[in-house]
Protein backbone atom coordinates (compact mmCIF):
# COMPACT_ATOMS: atom_id res chain seq x y z
CA UNK A 1 0.00 0.00 0.00
CA UNK A 2 1.19 3.71 -0.89
CA UNK A 3 2.39 6.08 2.11
CA UNK A 4 -0.16 8.61 3.08
CA UNK A 5 0.79 12.29 3.15
CA UNK A 6 -0.47 14.76 5.45
CA UNK A 7 -2.31 17.25 4.06
CA UNK A 8 -3.63 19.93 6.83
CA UNK A 9 -6.85 19.73 7.14
CA UNK A 10 -6.97 23.79 6.94
CA UNK A 11 -5.39 23.88 3.85
CA UNK A 12 -8.31 25.05 1.91
CA UNK A 13 -8.06 28.03 3.89
CA UNK A 14 -4.64 28.82 2.17
CA UNK A 15 -4.90 31.20 -1.02
CA UNK A 16 -3.30 29.87 -3.63
CA UNK A 17 -3.72 28.50 -7.30
CA UNK A 18 -5.25 25.28 -7.41
CA UNK A 19 -7.31 22.79 -9.57
CA UNK A 20 -10.67 21.72 -9.17
CA UNK A 21 -9.74 18.18 -8.17
CA UNK A 22 -7.37 19.53 -5.73
CA UNK A 23 -10.27 22.05 -4.26
CA UNK A 24 -12.39 18.88 -4.21
CA UNK A 25 -10.01 17.12 -2.04
CA UNK A 26 -8.92 19.87 0.18
CA UNK A 27 -12.97 20.25 0.93
CA UNK A 28 -13.54 17.30 1.59
CA UNK A 29 -10.18 16.91 4.31
CA UNK A 30 -12.08 20.56 5.81
CA UNK A 31 -15.34 18.45 5.84
CA UNK A 32 -13.60 15.98 8.23
CA UNK A 33 -13.90 12.94 5.76
CA UNK A 34 -11.14 10.58 5.87
CA UNK A 35 -12.49 7.47 4.32
CA UNK A 36 -14.07 7.39 1.02
CA UNK A 37 -15.70 4.41 -1.67
CA UNK A 38 -15.98 4.09 -5.11
CA UNK A 39 -14.08 3.39 -8.45
CA UNK A 40 -12.00 4.93 -10.87
CA UNK A 41 -13.01 6.28 -14.67
CA UNK A 42 -12.10 8.47 -17.24
CA UNK A 43 -13.14 11.43 -16.35
CA UNK A 44 -12.67 11.71 -12.81
CA UNK A 45 -8.75 10.52 -13.41
CA UNK A 46 -7.87 14.32 -12.03
CA UNK A 47 -9.76 13.53 -9.32
CA UNK A 48 -8.14 10.11 -8.26
CA UNK A 49 -4.75 11.77 -9.38
CA UNK A 50 -5.08 14.04 -6.12
CA UNK A 51 -6.62 11.48 -3.96
CA UNK A 52 -3.62 9.21 -4.23
CA UNK A 53 -1.57 11.98 -1.82
CA UNK A 54 -4.45 12.39 0.13
CA UNK A 55 -4.80 11.31 3.74
CA UNK A 56 -7.69 9.34 2.66
CA UNK A 57 -8.27 5.97 3.36
CA UNK A 58 -10.27 4.54 -0.28
CA UNK A 59 -11.78 1.43 -0.32
CA UNK A 60 -12.85 0.01 -4.24
CA UNK A 61 -15.41 -2.03 -4.68
CA UNK A 62 -16.41 -4.75 -7.44
CA UNK A 63 -19.16 -2.44 -8.50
CA UNK A 64 -20.73 1.25 -7.80
CA UNK A 65 -23.50 -0.02 -6.06
CA UNK A 66 -21.65 -2.18 -4.12
CA UNK A 67 -19.70 0.64 -3.55
CA UNK A 68 -22.79 3.10 -2.44
CA UNK A 69 -24.12 0.28 -0.39
CA UNK A 70 -20.97 0.55 1.52
CA UNK A 71 -20.94 4.55 1.96
CA UNK A 72 -24.54 3.82 3.43
CA UNK A 73 -23.78 1.37 5.67
CA UNK A 74 -20.35 3.32 6.81
CA UNK A 75 -22.77 6.31 7.63
CA UNK A 76 -25.35 3.97 9.65
CA UNK A 77 -22.62 2.83 11.80
CA UNK A 78 -20.20 5.75 12.06
CA UNK A 79 -22.47 8.55 12.30
CA UNK A 80 -20.71 10.49 9.80
CA UNK A 81 -21.33 11.34 6.57
CA UNK A 82 -20.26 8.64 4.31
CA UNK A 83 -18.61 9.75 0.24
CA UNK A 84 -18.60 7.55 -2.68
CA UNK A 85 -17.41 8.95 -6.28
CA UNK A 86 -17.62 7.62 -9.51
CA UNK A 87 -17.18 8.10 -13.01
CA UNK A 88 -19.30 9.58 -15.61
CA UNK A 89 -21.92 7.46 -17.84
CA UNK A 90 -22.65 3.57 -16.36
CA UNK A 91 -20.82 4.67 -13.22
CA UNK A 92 -23.09 7.31 -11.96
CA UNK A 93 -25.61 5.05 -13.15
CA UNK A 94 -25.05 2.66 -11.22
CA UNK A 95 -25.34 4.38 -8.12
CA UNK A 96 -29.22 4.92 -8.30
CA UNK A 97 -30.48 1.89 -6.44
CA UNK A 98 -27.57 2.76 -3.46
CA UNK A 99 -29.14 6.29 -3.36
CA UNK A 100 -32.80 5.43 -3.42
CA UNK A 101 -31.79 3.37 -0.83
CA UNK A 102 -30.17 5.74 1.38
CA UNK A 103 -32.56 8.45 0.78
CA UNK A 104 -35.48 5.94 1.51
CA UNK A 105 -33.73 5.10 5.43
CA UNK A 106 -32.66 8.86 5.44
CA UNK A 107 -29.07 8.21 5.69
CA UNK A 108 -26.01 11.17 5.05
CA UNK A 109 -24.58 10.32 2.05
CA UNK A 110 -22.40 12.21 -0.72
CA UNK A 111 -22.20 11.26 -4.01
CA UNK A 112 -18.91 12.87 -6.58
CA UNK A 113 -20.16 11.68 -9.80
CA UNK A 114 -17.49 12.73 -12.62
CA UNK A 115 -19.19 14.45 -15.97
CA UNK A 116 -17.65 14.52 -19.76
CA UNK A 117 -16.71 17.64 -20.54
CA UNK A 118 -18.83 20.71 -20.40
CA UNK A 119 -18.99 22.11 -24.07
CA UNK A 120 -20.25 17.97 -24.52
CA UNK A 121 -22.57 18.09 -22.31
CA UNK A 122 -25.40 17.17 -24.71
CA UNK A 123 -24.35 15.84 -27.43
CA UNK A 124 -24.06 12.19 -26.69
CA UNK A 125 -20.60 11.82 -25.91
CA UNK A 126 -18.52 9.03 -24.81
CA UNK A 127 -20.12 7.51 -21.20
CA UNK A 128 -22.36 10.21 -20.75
CA UNK A 129 -25.50 10.86 -18.78
CA UNK A 130 -28.03 13.04 -17.59
CA UNK A 131 -26.86 12.36 -13.71
CA UNK A 132 -28.95 14.53 -12.21
CA UNK A 133 -31.46 14.20 -13.97
CA UNK A 134 -31.88 10.10 -13.81
CA UNK A 135 -30.74 10.61 -9.71
CA UNK A 136 -32.79 13.97 -8.93
CA UNK A 137 -36.22 11.34 -7.79
CA UNK A 138 -33.56 9.45 -5.36
CA UNK A 139 -31.41 12.59 -4.01
CA UNK A 140 -32.37 14.81 -1.40
CA UNK A 141 -30.85 17.10 -3.52
CA UNK A 142 -28.29 17.51 -6.67
CA UNK A 143 -26.65 19.86 -8.67
CA UNK A 144 -23.99 19.84 -11.44
CA UNK A 145 -21.04 22.20 -11.29
CA UNK A 146 -19.68 24.03 -14.47
CA UNK A 147 -17.47 26.86 -12.99
CA UNK A 148 -14.57 25.59 -10.37
CA UNK A 149 -14.83 28.57 -8.45
CA UNK A 150 -18.21 27.40 -7.20
CA UNK A 151 -17.16 23.71 -6.06
CA UNK A 152 -15.64 24.62 -2.37
CA UNK A 153 -19.11 25.64 -1.91
CA UNK A 154 -21.11 23.10 -3.32
CA UNK A 155 -19.10 20.56 -1.44
CA UNK A 156 -19.93 22.12 2.29
CA UNK A 157 -23.29 22.79 0.76
CA UNK A 158 -23.81 19.53 -0.05
CA UNK A 159 -22.42 17.62 3.55
CA UNK A 160 -24.77 20.54 5.15
CA UNK A 161 -27.86 19.23 3.30
CA UNK A 162 -26.81 15.72 3.86
CA UNK A 163 -26.28 15.62 7.15
CA UNK A 164 -29.49 17.77 8.87
CA UNK A 165 -32.60 17.70 8.91
CA UNK A 166 -34.03 14.63 7.29
CA UNK A 167 -30.79 12.92 5.97
CA UNK A 168 -30.32 11.55 3.07
CA UNK A 169 -27.94 11.70 0.01
CA UNK A 170 -26.57 14.23 -1.93
CA UNK A 171 -24.95 14.22 -5.67
CA UNK A 172 -22.62 16.78 -7.34
CA UNK A 173 -21.65 16.14 -10.88
CA UNK A 174 -18.44 17.14 -12.09
CA UNK A 175 -17.31 18.10 -15.51
CA UNK A 176 -13.71 16.95 -16.07
CA UNK A 177 -12.68 20.27 -17.44
CA UNK A 178 -14.27 21.99 -13.96
CA UNK A 179 -11.91 19.16 -11.85
CA UNK A 180 -8.34 20.10 -14.07
CA UNK A 181 -9.52 24.12 -14.46
CA UNK A 182 -7.33 26.46 -12.25
CA UNK A 183 -8.63 29.16 -10.28
CA UNK A 184 -7.30 31.17 -7.41
CA UNK A 185 -9.22 29.65 -3.94
CA UNK A 186 -8.68 30.68 -0.34
CA UNK A 187 -11.26 28.82 0.94
CA UNK A 188 -13.57 31.24 2.17
CA UNK A 189 -17.12 30.81 -0.30
CA UNK A 190 -19.41 30.50 2.02
CA UNK A 191 -22.59 28.32 1.71
CA UNK A 192 -25.68 30.12 -0.19
CA UNK A 193 -29.26 27.98 1.31
CA UNK A 194 -31.54 30.84 1.68
CA UNK A 195 -34.53 28.79 1.07
CA UNK A 196 -33.45 25.60 3.32
CA UNK A 197 -34.17 26.47 7.01
CA UNK A 198 -34.05 23.49 9.34
CA UNK A 199 -36.16 23.73 12.55
CA UNK A 200 -34.56 22.09 15.44
CA UNK A 201 -36.25 23.76 18.62
CA UNK A 202 -39.93 21.81 18.91
CA UNK A 203 -42.58 24.60 20.10
CA UNK A 204 -43.07 24.65 23.42
CA UNK A 205 -46.94 24.47 23.33
CA UNK A 206 -46.88 21.64 21.23
CA UNK A 207 -44.81 20.10 23.50
CA UNK A 208 -46.51 20.31 26.65
CA UNK A 209 -49.64 19.56 24.99
CA UNK A 210 -48.11 16.00 24.34
CA UNK A 211 -47.03 15.57 27.76
CA UNK A 212 -49.94 16.44 29.12
CA UNK A 213 -51.30 13.76 26.60
CA UNK A 214 -48.82 11.43 27.76
CA UNK A 215 -49.61 12.04 31.04
CA UNK A 216 -53.81 11.57 31.14
CA UNK A 217 -53.15 8.63 29.09
CA UNK A 218 -54.00 5.04 30.41
CA UNK A 219 -52.69 2.67 27.22
CA UNK A 220 -49.74 4.69 25.81
CA UNK A 221 -47.10 3.26 23.64
CA UNK A 222 -43.76 4.50 22.13
CA UNK A 223 -43.38 3.93 18.43
CA UNK A 224 -40.04 4.65 17.78
CA UNK A 225 -38.79 4.93 14.21
CA UNK A 226 -34.69 5.49 13.03
CA UNK A 227 -34.76 8.97 12.98
CA UNK A 228 -34.24 8.94 16.80
CA UNK A 229 -30.77 6.79 15.89
CA UNK A 230 -30.08 9.44 13.07
CA UNK A 231 -30.96 12.26 15.49
CA UNK A 232 -28.63 10.21 18.31
CA UNK A 233 -32.01 10.62 20.68
CA UNK A 234 -31.15 7.23 21.89
CA UNK A 235 -30.53 7.89 25.10
CA UNK A 236 -33.42 10.76 25.71
CA UNK A 237 -36.06 8.50 23.92
CA UNK A 238 -34.80 6.04 27.01
CA UNK A 239 -35.53 8.58 29.46
CA UNK A 240 -38.81 9.39 28.32
CA UNK A 241 -40.02 5.63 28.42
CA UNK A 242 -38.64 5.17 31.90
CA UNK A 243 -39.49 8.53 33.14
CA UNK A 244 -43.09 8.14 31.71
CA UNK A 245 -43.11 4.25 32.14
CA UNK A 246 -43.85 3.86 28.35
CA UNK A 247 -44.09 0.38 26.19
CA UNK A 248 -41.73 1.07 23.40
CA UNK A 249 -42.18 -0.42 19.91
CA UNK A 250 -40.00 0.09 17.35
CA UNK A 251 -39.52 -0.15 13.15
CA UNK A 252 -37.36 -2.36 11.42
CA UNK A 253 -34.92 0.69 11.70
CA UNK A 254 -35.69 1.84 15.18
CA UNK A 255 -34.41 -1.66 16.35
CA UNK A 256 -31.57 -1.04 19.21
CA UNK A 257 -32.97 2.49 19.85
CA UNK A 258 -34.29 0.77 22.94
CA UNK A 259 -32.86 -2.24 24.63
CA UNK A 260 -34.81 -5.23 23.39
CA UNK A 261 -34.09 -7.23 26.94
CA UNK A 262 -35.98 -5.12 28.84
CA UNK A 263 -39.50 -5.53 30.20
CA UNK A 264 -41.11 -2.58 28.31
CA UNK A 265 -39.71 -3.41 25.07
CA UNK A 266 -42.40 -4.73 22.64
CA UNK A 267 -39.79 -5.28 19.69
CA UNK A 268 -40.99 -4.74 15.89
CA UNK A 269 -44.35 -4.08 15.18
CA UNK A 270 -46.10 -4.16 11.82
CA UNK A 271 -46.05 -6.95 8.88
CA UNK A 272 -43.92 -9.30 10.42
CA UNK A 273 -43.57 -7.86 14.15
CA UNK A 274 -44.63 -9.27 17.01
CA UNK A 275 -47.83 -9.66 17.64
CA UNK A 276 -48.28 -8.43 21.22
CA UNK A 277 -46.70 -4.80 19.58
CA UNK A 278 -49.55 -5.26 17.37
CA UNK A 279 -52.14 -5.98 19.26
CA UNK A 280 -50.89 -2.65 21.85
CA UNK A 281 -51.06 -0.34 18.98
CA UNK A 282 -54.29 -1.53 17.78
CA UNK A 283 -55.46 -0.98 21.53
CA UNK A 284 -53.58 2.06 22.74
CA UNK A 285 -55.38 5.34 23.49
CA UNK A 286 -52.03 6.86 22.76
CA UNK A 287 -49.54 6.78 20.27
CA UNK A 288 -46.39 8.28 20.63
CA UNK A 289 -44.33 8.20 16.97
CA UNK A 290 -40.86 10.07 17.37
CA UNK A 291 -38.30 9.81 14.12
CA UNK A 292 -41.09 7.48 12.39
CA UNK A 293 -43.06 7.77 9.03
CA UNK A 294 -45.91 5.54 9.70
CA UNK A 295 -45.02 3.57 6.34
CA UNK A 296 -47.43 1.07 4.93
CA UNK A 297 -45.64 -2.16 6.44
CA UNK A 298 -46.48 -0.46 9.90
CA UNK A 299 -49.67 0.63 9.54
CA UNK A 300 -51.63 -1.52 6.72
CA UNK A 301 -54.69 0.22 5.93
CA UNK A 302 -54.30 3.47 7.55
CA UNK A 303 -57.70 3.57 8.10
CA UNK A 304 -57.69 0.49 10.99
CA UNK A 305 -54.60 1.88 11.75
CA UNK A 306 -54.53 2.41 15.81
CA UNK A 307 -57.76 3.02 16.03
CA UNK A 308 -58.54 4.31 19.33
CA UNK A 309 -55.37 6.49 19.58
CA UNK A 310 -55.01 9.77 19.46
CA UNK A 311 -51.54 10.38 17.62
CA UNK A 312 -48.23 12.38 18.46
CA UNK A 313 -46.13 12.69 16.04
CA UNK A 314 -42.09 14.16 16.79
CA UNK A 315 -40.42 14.68 13.64
CA UNK A 316 -37.85 16.67 12.02
CA UNK A 317 -39.75 16.94 8.61
CA UNK A 318 -42.62 18.68 8.44
CA UNK A 319 -43.80 17.24 4.95
CA UNK A 320 -44.05 13.90 7.08
CA UNK A 321 -46.73 15.11 10.08
CA UNK A 322 -49.92 14.19 8.56
CA UNK A 323 -48.27 12.60 5.23
CA UNK A 324 -50.32 8.94 6.12
CA UNK A 325 -51.97 8.77 9.13
CA UNK A 326 -53.74 12.11 10.68
CA UNK A 327 -51.69 13.70 13.86
CA UNK A 328 -52.99 15.33 16.88
CA UNK A 329 -49.97 16.47 18.45
CA UNK A 330 -47.34 17.64 16.10
CA UNK A 331 -43.85 18.69 17.10
CA UNK A 332 -41.45 19.42 14.67
CA UNK A 333 -37.97 19.20 15.23
CA UNK A 334 -34.57 17.74 16.07
CA UNK A 335 -35.58 14.51 18.04
CA UNK A 336 -33.06 15.13 20.91
CA UNK A 337 -33.85 18.85 21.89
CA UNK A 338 -37.52 18.10 21.98
CA UNK A 339 -37.40 14.12 24.30
CA UNK A 340 -35.28 16.37 27.04
CA UNK A 341 -37.51 19.00 26.85
CA UNK A 342 -41.02 16.85 26.51
CA UNK A 343 -39.41 14.05 29.29
CA UNK A 344 -39.06 17.15 32.37
CA UNK A 345 -42.79 17.59 31.92
CA UNK A 346 -44.33 14.10 31.90
CA UNK A 347 -44.84 12.65 35.15
CA UNK A 348 -44.42 8.78 36.67
CA UNK A 349 -47.69 6.16 35.99
CA UNK A 350 -47.93 3.05 37.15
CA UNK A 351 -50.28 1.57 34.15
CA UNK A 352 -50.43 -1.75 36.24
CA UNK A 353 -53.90 -3.31 33.85
CA UNK A 354 -52.03 -1.74 30.94
CA UNK A 355 -48.82 -3.80 31.46
CA UNK A 356 -50.62 -6.49 32.33
CA UNK A 357 -52.30 -7.33 29.31
CA UNK A 358 -49.39 -6.36 27.30
CA UNK A 359 -47.72 -9.27 29.67
CA UNK A 360 -50.71 -12.04 28.52
CA UNK A 361 -50.08 -10.99 24.76
CA UNK A 362 -46.62 -11.79 25.27
CA UNK A 363 -47.07 -14.85 26.54
CA UNK A 364 -48.97 -16.08 24.32
CA UNK A 365 -47.73 -14.88 21.32
CA UNK A 366 -43.73 -14.97 21.59
CA UNK A 367 -41.99 -15.31 18.30
CA UNK A 368 -41.52 -18.69 17.92
CA UNK A 369 -40.33 -21.97 15.81
CA UNK A 370 -39.93 -26.16 16.34
CA UNK A 371 -36.66 -26.46 18.00
CA UNK A 372 -37.28 -30.09 18.26
CA UNK A 373 -36.82 -30.35 14.48
CA UNK A 374 -34.36 -32.63 12.89
CA UNK A 375 -33.67 -29.67 10.03
CA UNK A 376 -31.61 -26.75 10.58
CA UNK A 377 -34.13 -23.96 11.33
CA UNK A 378 -33.19 -20.54 10.13
CA UNK A 379 -34.55 -19.00 13.68
CA UNK A 380 -32.26 -21.12 15.58
CA UNK A 381 -29.03 -20.21 13.44
CA UNK A 382 -29.70 -16.48 14.66
CA UNK A 383 -30.69 -17.73 17.67
CA UNK A 384 -27.42 -19.20 18.01
CA UNK A 385 -25.06 -16.35 16.44
CA UNK A 386 -27.10 -14.20 18.85
CA UNK A 387 -26.08 -15.94 21.84
CA UNK A 388 -22.54 -16.46 21.27
CA UNK A 389 -21.86 -13.08 20.22
CA UNK A 390 -23.80 -11.70 23.25
CA UNK A 391 -26.05 -10.03 21.42
CA UNK A 392 -23.11 -7.13 20.52
CA UNK A 393 -21.99 -7.72 17.19
CA UNK A 394 -23.48 -5.23 14.14
CA UNK A 395 -25.77 -6.63 12.03
CA UNK A 396 -26.65 -6.30 8.19
CA UNK A 397 -28.86 -8.18 6.42
CA UNK A 398 -29.92 -8.79 2.95
CA UNK A 399 -33.71 -8.35 2.24
CA UNK A 400 -36.66 -11.13 2.67
CA UNK A 401 -37.09 -13.45 5.18
CA UNK A 402 -33.51 -13.48 6.27
CA UNK A 403 -34.18 -9.88 7.52
CA UNK A 404 -37.18 -10.97 8.77
CA UNK A 405 -35.84 -13.11 11.26
CA UNK A 406 -33.29 -11.35 11.91
CA UNK A 407 -35.08 -8.92 13.19
CA UNK A 408 -36.97 -11.10 15.16
CA UNK A 409 -34.45 -13.57 16.94
CA UNK A 410 -31.42 -11.25 17.16
CA UNK A 411 -31.71 -9.14 20.35
CA UNK A 412 -30.29 -5.61 19.79
CA UNK A 413 -29.56 -3.13 22.52
CA UNK A 414 -27.95 -0.24 21.07
CA UNK A 415 -28.47 2.30 18.35
CA UNK A 416 -26.58 1.55 14.70
CA UNK A 417 -26.30 -2.22 15.70
CA UNK A 418 -28.72 -3.03 12.81
CA UNK A 419 -28.11 -2.00 9.31
CA UNK A 420 -30.53 -2.82 7.12
CA UNK A 421 -32.28 -1.87 3.88
CA UNK A 422 -36.00 -0.64 5.00
CA UNK A 423 -37.96 1.43 2.55
CA UNK A 424 -36.56 -0.10 -0.55
CA UNK A 425 -35.71 -3.82 0.41
CA UNK A 426 -32.70 -3.84 -2.01
CA UNK A 427 -31.77 -7.35 -2.06
CA UNK A 428 -28.11 -7.54 -2.30
CA UNK A 429 -27.82 -4.97 0.76
CA UNK A 430 -26.15 -6.78 3.07
CA UNK A 431 -22.50 -7.72 2.02
CA UNK A 432 -21.49 -4.03 1.09
CA UNK A 433 -22.95 -3.22 3.89
CA UNK A 434 -20.63 -5.15 6.28
CA UNK A 435 -18.13 -4.26 4.54
CA UNK A 436 -18.98 -0.44 4.75
CA UNK A 437 -19.94 -0.86 8.54
CA UNK A 438 -16.73 -3.13 9.33
CA UNK A 439 -14.70 -0.48 7.68
CA UNK A 440 -16.25 2.37 9.95
CA UNK A 441 -16.05 0.05 13.02
CA UNK A 442 -12.88 -1.84 12.27
CA UNK A 443 -13.09 -3.21 16.64
CA UNK A 444 -16.80 -4.80 15.96
CA UNK A 445 -17.85 -7.99 14.93
CA UNK A 446 -19.84 -7.52 11.97
CA UNK A 447 -22.26 -10.20 10.54
CA UNK A 448 -24.05 -10.18 7.66
CA UNK A 449 -27.51 -12.23 7.98
CA UNK A 450 -28.16 -12.99 4.17
CA UNK A 451 -30.52 -15.28 2.35
CA UNK A 452 -29.02 -17.52 -0.45
CA UNK A 453 -30.89 -15.16 -3.35
CA UNK A 454 -29.43 -11.85 -1.45
CA UNK A 455 -26.29 -12.72 -1.56
CA UNK A 456 -26.08 -13.98 -5.35
CA UNK A 457 -26.43 -10.58 -6.17
CA UNK A 458 -23.39 -8.28 -4.79
CA UNK A 459 -21.24 -11.86 -4.05
CA UNK A 460 -18.12 -10.79 -6.05
CA UNK A 461 -17.90 -7.80 -3.17
CA UNK A 462 -16.03 -10.44 -1.08
CA UNK A 463 -13.09 -9.86 -2.57
CA UNK A 464 -13.48 -6.30 -1.59
CA UNK A 465 -13.78 -7.42 2.00
CA UNK A 466 -10.41 -9.78 0.87
CA UNK A 467 -8.78 -6.95 -0.36
CA UNK A 468 -8.79 -4.92 2.54
CA UNK A 469 -8.50 -7.47 5.06
CA UNK A 470 -11.65 -6.70 6.90
CA UNK A 471 -13.08 -9.59 8.32
CA UNK A 472 -16.41 -9.66 8.06
CA UNK A 473 -18.63 -12.73 8.75
CA UNK A 474 -21.39 -13.84 6.53
CA UNK A 475 -24.36 -16.15 7.42
CA UNK A 476 -26.14 -17.77 4.47
CA UNK A 477 -29.27 -18.69 5.17
CA UNK A 478 -29.57 -21.23 2.66
CA UNK A 479 -33.44 -22.58 1.97
CA UNK A 480 -32.29 -22.43 -2.03
CA UNK A 481 -35.23 -20.02 -3.05
CA UNK A 482 -36.40 -16.47 -3.53
CA UNK A 483 -37.71 -17.23 0.40
CA UNK A 484 -40.60 -14.27 0.75
CA UNK A 485 -41.46 -14.45 -2.66
CA UNK A 486 -42.06 -18.43 -2.39
CA UNK A 487 -43.71 -17.67 1.01
CA UNK A 488 -45.95 -15.59 -0.52
CA UNK A 489 -46.35 -18.01 -3.57
CA UNK A 490 -47.13 -20.69 -1.11
CA UNK A 491 -50.02 -18.78 0.69
CA UNK A 492 -51.70 -16.91 -1.81
CA UNK A 493 -50.67 -18.30 -5.59
CA UNK A 494 -51.37 -22.29 -4.29
CA UNK A 495 -47.76 -23.12 -3.86
CA UNK A 496 -47.31 -22.35 -7.62
CA UNK A 497 -43.31 -21.26 -7.31
CA UNK A 498 -42.83 -19.37 -10.53
CA UNK A 499 -39.28 -18.99 -10.96
CA UNK A 500 -38.59 -18.44 -7.55
CA UNK A 501 -35.62 -21.20 -7.52
CA UNK A 502 -32.26 -20.90 -9.26
CA UNK A 503 -29.12 -23.20 -9.08
CA UNK A 504 -27.42 -21.82 -6.31
CA UNK A 505 -22.96 -21.97 -6.17
CA UNK A 506 -21.11 -24.13 -3.52
CA UNK A 507 -20.62 -20.70 -1.61
CA UNK A 508 -18.29 -21.97 0.62
CA UNK A 509 -15.65 -22.92 -2.68
CA UNK A 510 -16.95 -19.43 -4.13
CA UNK A 511 -15.50 -17.98 -0.61
CA UNK A 512 -12.06 -19.92 -0.74
CA UNK A 513 -11.81 -18.92 -4.46
CA UNK A 514 -11.96 -14.99 -3.67
CA UNK A 515 -9.45 -15.96 -0.88
CA UNK A 516 -12.12 -16.18 2.20
CA UNK A 517 -12.87 -18.97 4.44
CA UNK A 518 -15.78 -20.74 3.22
CA UNK A 519 -17.86 -23.30 5.67
CA UNK A 520 -20.92 -25.35 4.45
CA UNK A 521 -23.13 -27.08 7.41
CA UNK A 522 -26.00 -29.23 6.60
CA UNK A 523 -26.17 -31.11 10.16
CA UNK A 524 -27.87 -28.64 12.84
CA UNK A 525 -25.52 -30.39 15.37
CA UNK A 526 -23.07 -28.81 13.62
CA UNK A 527 -24.04 -25.24 13.98
CA UNK A 528 -22.65 -23.85 17.23
CA UNK A 529 -19.17 -25.03 15.84
CA UNK A 530 -19.45 -23.64 12.58
CA UNK A 531 -20.57 -20.25 13.81
CA UNK A 532 -17.80 -20.20 16.66
CA UNK A 533 -15.39 -20.97 14.22
CA UNK A 534 -16.31 -18.29 12.23
CA UNK A 535 -16.35 -15.69 15.34
CA UNK A 536 -12.50 -16.91 15.61
CA UNK A 537 -11.49 -16.17 11.97
CA UNK A 538 -9.26 -13.29 11.37
CA UNK A 539 -10.25 -13.22 7.87
CA UNK A 540 -13.52 -12.97 5.73
CA UNK A 541 -15.73 -15.68 6.37
CA UNK A 542 -18.72 -17.56 4.62
CA UNK A 543 -20.92 -20.20 6.41
CA UNK A 544 -23.35 -21.49 4.17
CA UNK A 545 -26.32 -23.08 6.41
CA UNK A 546 -28.98 -25.44 4.37
CA UNK A 547 -31.87 -24.36 6.41
CA UNK A 548 -35.42 -25.83 6.19
CA UNK A 549 -36.21 -25.20 2.21
CA UNK A 550 -39.83 -23.69 3.19
CA UNK A 551 -40.11 -22.47 6.69
CA UNK A 552 -42.28 -19.61 6.70
CA UNK A 553 -41.94 -15.91 8.54
CA UNK A 554 -44.32 -15.80 11.25
CA UNK A 555 -46.63 -13.36 11.64
CA UNK A 556 -47.73 -12.19 9.37
CA UNK A 557 -49.95 -9.39 7.90
CA UNK A 558 -51.34 -9.89 4.65
CA UNK A 559 -51.65 -7.44 2.43
CA UNK A 560 -54.97 -4.80 2.93
CA UNK A 561 -55.56 -6.72 6.37
CA UNK A 562 -55.05 -4.56 9.72
CA UNK A 563 -52.45 -5.31 11.37
CA UNK A 564 -53.85 -7.03 14.23
CA UNK A 565 -55.32 -9.59 11.70
CA UNK A 566 -52.16 -12.02 11.24
CA UNK A 567 -51.99 -14.79 9.55
CA UNK A 568 -49.60 -17.61 11.42
CA UNK A 569 -51.10 -17.13 14.78
CA UNK A 570 -52.03 -20.64 14.94
CA UNK A 571 -49.18 -22.33 13.70
CA UNK A 572 -47.40 -20.05 16.84
CA UNK A 573 -49.62 -21.32 19.72
CA UNK A 574 -49.84 -24.63 18.28
CA UNK A 575 -45.58 -24.66 18.14
CA UNK A 576 -45.77 -23.85 22.63
Known amino acids: MKPRSTLPAGSAGKSSIKTGAEIIVETLIEQGVDTMFGYPGGVVLP ?35 GVVVTTSGPGACNLTTGLATASMDSVALVALTGQVRTELI ?5 QEADTTGITRPV ?19 AFHIASTARPGPVLIDIPVDVSVTRCASDGTEKMELPGYKVRTKGNSRQISMAAKAINQSQRPVLYVGGGV ?10 SLAEKAHLPVTTTLLGLGSYDQNRAESLDMLGMHGSAYANYAVQECDLLIAVGARFDDRITGPVKSFAPHAKVIHIDIDPASISKNVRVDIPVVGDAKIILEALTKEVEFRERKEWFARIAQWK ?3 PFRYDRNSSAIKPQYVIEELCGQTKGEAIITTGVGQNQMWAAQFYRFSRPRQLISSGGLGTMGFGLPAAIGAQVARPDATVVDIDGDHSFNMTM ?3 STAVQYELPIKVCILNNGYMGMVRQWQELFYNKRYSKSYVSNPEYAAVAEALGAVGITVDKKADVPKAIKQMLAEKRPCVVDFKVEREENVWPMVPAGKSINEMDGLDILESIA
Request: net charge neutral.
Open 363 to 365: EKF
Open 47 to 81: LFDKLYDAPINFIIPRHEQGGCHMADAYSRASGKV
Open 122 to 126: GNDAF
Open 139 to 157: TKYNCIVKDVKDLARTIRE
Open 229 to 238: ISANASEQMR
Open 460 to 462: TEL
